[in-house]
């Protein structure tokens, strides 16, 4: 008798196959993991990437970078310090990208490398660096403009005081930064001021106000920015363009609280045709020198209409010498104004000889400042705003 055979795999065959497949299953995995890593690198390295021209687009912005690289020392007299130009400390960083302390802005790994690329341009390296081993993840160039001439910007004004910085600001309507200095509703504001006028105080005495302190060696400077305020017809703003800041005599017992002295330029909604000064001494108007001088506003183009302060509006104001400059703290002043307006130029000129940095009550190379100052006037049922462009 015969027994039927059947076809099969033998063992060993068996074996054999499994091998094979194995190593074709390994080489497989091997070839998913490398890709799967590759892939996760690219995206760090993208997401590197991003982060860098983030970083490189919030220092740019920043209009007191070089005022911060010559607090820390990298920046000294119009060039670079070889020996310390890179920042890596967070608390540096966080000042140079995000020096208003805005919610939201997380500052990544970063490294950043400055040196001089021509007289009148820094060039910066943003290095991303990664969290895990702190290896170069991607960079970044860019170039930032040096202090060439000594120019102040509106927008970089506080709205949160820091004495550390020299920052201040006085609330004398509300007792919360957040009831008067409100974070920018739009991208295009740095500051969005607001005098809510909930107490009877809101005068043209009083009003809310913020101060930029200057350095020792700034003697002539000019105040640029661009603004926008609306208001009561009693309310109004004006900037202290040569002033000191004193130790509070009234009842204000905040450290941050600080009363400020010195020449201010003010802007009426109802005098849109004038412009007026006035030395202020311990928060208040002085009147033993001069009271009230007032200038008129001179066409510079063929549009003669009046200026609305209730629209955007570029404001410069230059502060500049008449006497001799051997001992600036003494020295006489002029302001020369210029507002523009789309295509309305209006100009302006204070020159008086009672306009002498000697009257400015506590003034000295040490304690000179610039500011800001907002009032709503009598009224209780409108409150005064002021917007300042980047």
Same mark, same amino acid.
């Given at each position: 008798?015969?027994?039927?055979?059947?076809n099969?795999f033998t063992?060993?065959e068996l074996?054999?196959?499994?091998v094979?497949?194995?190593?074709?299953?390994t080489v497989?995995?091997?070839?998913?993991a490398q890709?799967?890593i590759?892939?996760?690198?690219n995206e760090e390295?993208?997401?590197g990437s991003?982060?860098?021209?983030?970083?490189?687009s919030?220092l740019q912005?920043?209009?007191?970078?070089?005022d911060?690289?010559?607090h820390?020392n990298?920046?000294?007299?119009?060039t670079?310090?070889?020996?310390?130009?890179t920042i890596?400390q967070?608390?540096?960083?966080n000042?140079?990208?995000?020096p208003?302390?805005e919610?939201?802005i997380?500052?990544?790994n970063?490294?950043?490398?400055f /040196?001089?690329e =021509? $007289?009148?341009l820094i &060039?910066?390296?943003?290095?991303?660096l990664? !969290?895990d081993?702190?290896?170069l993840l991607s960079?970044t160039?860019?170039y930032?403009?040096?202090d060439?001439?000594?120019?102040?910007?509106l927008?970089?004004?506080?709205?949160?005081?820091n004495?550390?910085?020299d920052l201040?600001l006085?609330m004398?309507t509300?007792t919360?930064?957040?009831?008067?200095?409100l974070?920018p509703?739009?991208?295009?504001y740095?500051?969005?001021?607001k005098?809510?006028?909930k107490?009877?105080f809101?005068?043209?005495?009083?009003g809310d106000?913020?101060f930029?302190?200057?350095?020792?060696t700034?003697?002539?400077?000019?105040?640029?920015g661009?603004i926008?305020?609306?208001g009561p017809?009693?309310?109004?703003?004006?900037?202290?363009v040569?002033?000191?800041?004193s130790?509070?005599? /009234?009842?204000k =017992? $905040?450290?941050?609280? &600080?009363?400020e002295?010195g020449?201010?330029? !003010?802007f009426?909604?109802t005098q849109n045709?004038?412009?007026?000064?006035n030395l202020?001494?311990?928060?208040?108007?002085?009147d033993?020198?001069f009271?009230n001088?007032?200038?008129?506003l001179?066409?510079?183009s063929?549009n003669?209409?009046?200026?609305d302060?209730?629209q955007p509006?570029d404001i410069?104001?230059?502060?500049?010498?008449?006497?001799d400059l051997?001992?600036?703290?003494?020295?006489?002043r002029e302001y020369?104004i210029t507002?523009?307006q789309?295509?309305?130029i209006?100009?302006?000129?204070?020159?008086?000889s009672?306009l002498?940095l000697a009257?400015?009550?506590?003034?000295?190379?040490?304690?000179?400042?610039?500011?800001l100052?907002?009032?709503s006037?009598s009224s209780?049922?409108?409150?005064?705003?002021l917007?300042?462009?980047r």
């Amino acid at each position: 008798m015969h027994l039927k055979r059947e076809n099969g795999f033998t063992l060993i065959e068996l074996l054999a196959s499994i091998v094979i497949i194995t190593i074709i299953l390994t080489v497989f995995m091997k070839f998913f993991a490398q890709a799967a890593i590759f892939a996760t690198k690219n995206e760090e390295m993208l997401s590197g990437s991003n982060d860098a021209r983030e970083v490189l687009s919030l220092l740019q912005e920043n209009n007191r970078v070089i005022d911060i690289l010559s607090h820390y020392n990298v920046y000294q007299s119009n060039t670079i310090n070889p020996t310390n130009n890179t920042i890596t400390q967070e608390t540096q960083l966080n000042l140079l990208l995000n020096p208003r302390n805005e919610p939201g802005i997380i500052i990544p790994n970063t490294e950043l490398v400055f /040196s001089d690329e =021509s $007289s009148d341009l820094i &060039k910066v390296k943003v290095n991303v660096l990664n !969290s895990d081993d702190s290896q170069l993840l991607s960079y970044t160039y860019g170039y930032i403009e040096k202090d060439t001439s000594e120019t102040f910007k509106l927008s970089t004004l506080p709205y949160r005081s820091n004495p550390a910085q020299d920052l201040f600001l006085n609330m004398n309507t509300a007792t919360l930064e957040s009831e008067v200095f409100l974070d920018p509703a739009s991208y295009i504001y740095t500051l969005h001021m607001k005098n809510s006028n909930k107490n009877p105080f809101s005068t043209f005495e009083n009003g809310d106000s913020t101060f930029l302190k200057l350095k020792p060696t700034i003697d002539e400077f000019t105040i640029k920015g661009t603004i926008e305020f609306k208001g009561p017809d009693d309310g109004g703003f004006e900037i202290l363009v040569d002033g000191s800041l004193s130790n509070p005599t /009234s009842t204000k =017992s $905040s450290t941050n609280y &600080k009363e400020e002295n010195g020449f201010v330029i !003010s802007f009426l909604p109802t005098q849109n045709n004038k412009l007026f000064l006035n030395l202020r001494k311990n928060g208040k108007d002085d009147d033993s020198l001069f009271n009230n001088i007032s200038v008129d506003l001179i066409s510079q183009s063929t549009n003669t209409n009046n200026i609305d302060f209730e629209q955007p509006l570029d404001i410069e104001i230059q502060a500049n010498f008449v006497s001799d400059l051997s001992n600036p703290i003494t020295s006489k002043r002029e302001y020369q104004i210029t507002l523009i307006q789309n295509d309305i130029i209006k100009t302006a000129l204070f020159k008086n000889s009672s306009l002498n940095l000697a009257n400015i009550n506590e003034y000295d190379q040490y304690n000179k400042c610039i500011g800001l100052r907002l009032w709503s006037g009598s009224s209780t049922t409108e409150y005064s705003e002021l917007k300042i462009y980047r």
